[in-house]
């Protein structure tokens, strides 16, 4: 019987929908095209400093959790920094892309190749071959892409593995039809190579970096293997968009030329051509091996079964309960928070060494992973992972120890398999106390320790390998003040200086350092770093109760607005926002404002002022506050408004950047009723289940349920709850906890219980007592 019910798991997907009554599996309730569009949410609409803030800047990637390559629908034919692939207001769409753009960022597209099917004369330019598509008859699922191209009269199916992917065209209208194969090398340096005797294309195309040594090569290339499923009829290549008929190779000189290739036949009606892809950050062999293992036929229905199965298993580790649409959104954003960092390695385990180093590396026991957007994911995005999957986390912490090995620090904010400085904090930190504390150890955490002690301790006086984006930025301030005093440039590489932001973000980031050190026994350390994590002081203002920029001698910056966005000393936020970014010491936050109820005053203060921001992540821990202040029902109204606010199945729905994974993983989180406030800390505050029941399935432990009765968006209230039958008023649960299994059962009722969970003693302790 489970056999049976497994199988029917499997092939519902290619069964078409289910019928009523009858169980969908999690796949099912994904939608890509969440967040592929400007955002319609009220935060995200006020206030957005960048049009690309507006933008969503997700895509619908299909392929496996964490793949190396995903494939999407192309609307935009470029690889520039803010620019995706997809956008789902865009009308015509000019290629199917295998791509390595990080998931709802605002970076850039590295290493990349468009597919583009053609019917009737041969048309190069991406503006003019694109074709108008119809989103009624659009097919989008994690596993599965299906389209018409009207204008081509082509049917465009695909679908994906980790490293290679199946594409199938049927040529409706028959006639002269072609297919385009184009590395998308802004800079000119793309390569082809066709070879007819084995129905065949490779090529590559160089990643470059931008942030660090922008423009540069990034040392390594996307390589690339095409085939085809039948003789090439005639072939040919191209140079800034001039065809050469026959031509076997072209390949870019740097000056940002369009270079690929084509191959055309005379075609039926309705006659399929398919083409399968290997892609490897290695070499065109790696390429090769990685399509050989993957997808080693050409049945297209056999390769989305198997990514439809791969996705239920990594979506079903949270088993959620509640309507349709809730989900929707659940699964949707749980997809989108197991899309990066990507794996970097190849079948084999080979990979490019980090930043400078040119060798070939091989992974040994563990899977490489890169593009890690720190400054978003370590807040929820990580802890997720370290929950629900433990092993995959100790993979993504080995990925870090040998980046750091490769490049003498540990890196901060790695992308394109290199160091960047492109965004504040160390929070590697946070990343490895976080799944050391909770049970994660197939990871070299000697190592680890060392690199980030010696962010931790040690300022970088090489400028070069500074700029390269090595070491914490303004460190010889930060342990000189112990804060960063605004006469401090940052190095004048970095146009924004944001000296108070960075001075609390290391205050935690040392916290956190200081909990690995006291599990490795490093006493000393501990001590150091313990009463570092306390510099948060030095920058908040006891006249004003809020952070504020600072000069060497003392002096607080005149002119002060606690909610001006655009303040130089404060990141992406506001000094009012900023203030609450003090995870490591709740309790100590509010006896220097004055307590526990001016704590609550002043969170009350920040959201109906207008003043919070959903959509950037400094913000994203700040409704829980409350509960740590004695007010838990307010985490619980708040938390259900911006889940109804902020996050929509349309297009349209996600509140500003996804950054990663982070939007996402908040809300996967917060729907379940529950989120890791202090990364680093074995906690998880409580808020209020948007779900009527979750089940958390974490490859370390024992089925845990969080169940919401009397659940619904006017019951967003915690009247009363148990613990594995047993009263319970705490309003955090311990990581242990929810290994141990059980079920956490939530009365909810329309009216706030001002009783429950209000005692000091009820909410998240401080690892840092006074």
């Not at 598509?133 to 659009?138: I, L, R, S």
């Not at 301030?477 to 944001?498: C, G, M």
């Not at 910056?557 to 970014?581: K, M, N």
Request: aromatic share 12%; net charge neutral; with cysteine.
């Amino acid at each position: 019987m489970r056999l049976f019910f497994l199988l029917f798991l499997l092939a519902g997907p290619l069964l078409g929908q289910p019928k009523p009554g009858l169980v969908k599996s999690p796949v099912a309730y994904v939608n890509p095209l969440i967040g592929s569009a400007p955002s319609q949410t009220p935060t995200a609409k006020k206030h957005s400093e960048a049009g690309s803030e507006l933008k969503g800047q997700i895509i619908p990637a299909i392929g496996r959790p964490h793949a190396m390559t995903t494939w999407t629908p192309q609307t935009q034919a470029t690889e520039t920094k803010c620019l995706a692939p997809y956008y789902y207001n865009d009308s015509k769409i000019n290629g199917f892309r295998g791509t390595h753009w990080l998931n709802g960022s605002c970076v850039q597209d590295y290493g990349s190749l468009t597919i583009m099917p053609l019917s009737g004369p041969l048309t190069l330019r991406p503006a003019e071959r694109g074709s108008r598509f119809d989103h009624a008859a659009e097919t989008v699922t994690p596993a599965y892409y299906d389209v018409r191209l009207v204008d081509s009269g082509i049917r465009a199916q695909l679908s994906a593995h980790t490293r290679a992917g199946l594409l199938q065209f049927t040529y409706e209208k028959g006639g002269e039809s072609a297919l385009l194969i184009e590395p998308n090398s802004d800079e000119g340096e793309g390569f082809v190579e066709i070879h007819p005797e084995r129905n065949e294309i490779v090529g590559y195309n160089p990643a470059h970096r931008i942030y660090q040594g922008s423009g540069q090569s990034a040392g390594f290339s996307g390589h690339f293997v095409v085939q085809f499923d039948r003789p090439l009829a005639s072939f040919g290549t191209w140079t800034n968009y001039e065809p050469t008929a026959g031509a076997k190779q072209a390949k870019g000189t740097g000056k940002r030329e369009s270079v690929g290739a084509y191959v055309r036949w005379n075609l039926k009606p309705g006659e399929v051509v398919r083409v399968r892809v290997g892609t490897s950050f290695v070499s065109e062999a790696g390429a090769r091996a990685n399509l050989r293992q993957e997808i080693p036929d050409w049945n297209l229905a056999r390769v989305r079964q198997q990514t439809e199965a791969a996705w239920n298993t990594e979506l079903g580790r949270m088993q959620a309960t509640g309507r349709d649409a809730d989900k929707t959104l659940f699964y949707t954003a749980l997809y989108h928070a197991n899309l990066t960092p990507r794996i970097f390695s190849d079948v084999d385990g080979s990979y490019p060494g980090f930043a400078d180093d040119t060798a070939i590396h091989k992974a040994d026991g563990f899977d490489y992973y890169c593009d890690f957007s720190l400054w978003d994911t370590f807040r929820a995005c990580q802890p997720l992972q370290t929950l629900l999957n433990p092993q995959r986390s100790g993979h993504l912490m080995q990925s870090l120890v040998k980046k750091a090995e490769q490049g003498g620090w540990m890196p901060i904010f790695p992308c394109w398999n290199s160091y960047t400085a492109a965004m504040i904090g160390d929070h590697a930190q946070s990343a490895f106390a976080d799944a050391y504390v909770k049970g994660v150890r197939n990871f070299d955490v000697n190592t680890a320790y060392r690199y980030l002690r010696r962010n931790a301790f040690e300022a970088n006086s090489d400028r070069a390998s500074y700029e390269a984006g090595k070491g914490r930025r303004a460190m010889s301030s930060y342990l000189t003040y112990n804060y960063i005093p605004l006469e401090d440039s940052v190095w004048q590489a970095f146009h924004k200086r944001e000296q108070v932001s960075r001075t609390l973000e290391y205050a935690y980031d040392d916290f956190c350092l200081a909990q690995l050190a006291k599990a490795l026994n490093k006493t000393a350390d501990a001590a150091t770093l313990s009463g570092r994590a306390r510099n948060y002081r030095n920058v908040l203002d006891p006249a004003t109760g809020y952070v504020r920029g600072r000069y060497a001698d003392g002096r607080w910056i005149d002119r002060f607005d606690p909610f001006a966005l655009r303040a130089s000393f404060i990141t992406e936020g506001s000094p009012a926002q900023y203030t609450f970014f003090v995870p490591q010491d709740i309790p100590g936050l509010a006896r220097l404002v004055g307590g526990r109820d001016r704590l609550v005053a002043k969170l009350d203060t920040l959201f109906n002022g207008g003043h919070y921001w959903h959509g950037n992540e400094p913000n994203n821990q700040i409704a829980y506050l409350y509960a740590c202040a004695g007010a838990p029902y307010k985490t619980q109204a708040r938390v259900r408004q911006l889940i109804a606010d902020e996050y929509s199945t349309g297009p349209g729905g996600l509140s500003g950047n996804e950054d990663g994974g982070q939007m996402s993983a908040w809300l996967v989180f917060s729907m379940a009723g529950l989120y890791p406030v202090c990364p680093g800390t074995p906690y998880y505050v409580l808020g209020s289940p948007a779900l009527d029941a979750v089940t958390i399935r974490s490859g370390a432990g024992k089925p845990f349920t969080i169940r919401a009765r009397n659940n619904s968006p006017a019951n967003v209230y915690i009247q009363s709850a148990t613990l594995n039958g047993k009263p319970f008023a705490r309003t955090y649960l311990t990581h242990a906890e929810l290994l141990a299994g059980g079920e956490l059962s939530l009365i909810m009722g329309p009216q706030p219980n001002l009783n429950w969970g209000s005692r000091p003693a009820d909410a998240m302790p401080s690892a840092l007592p006074e």
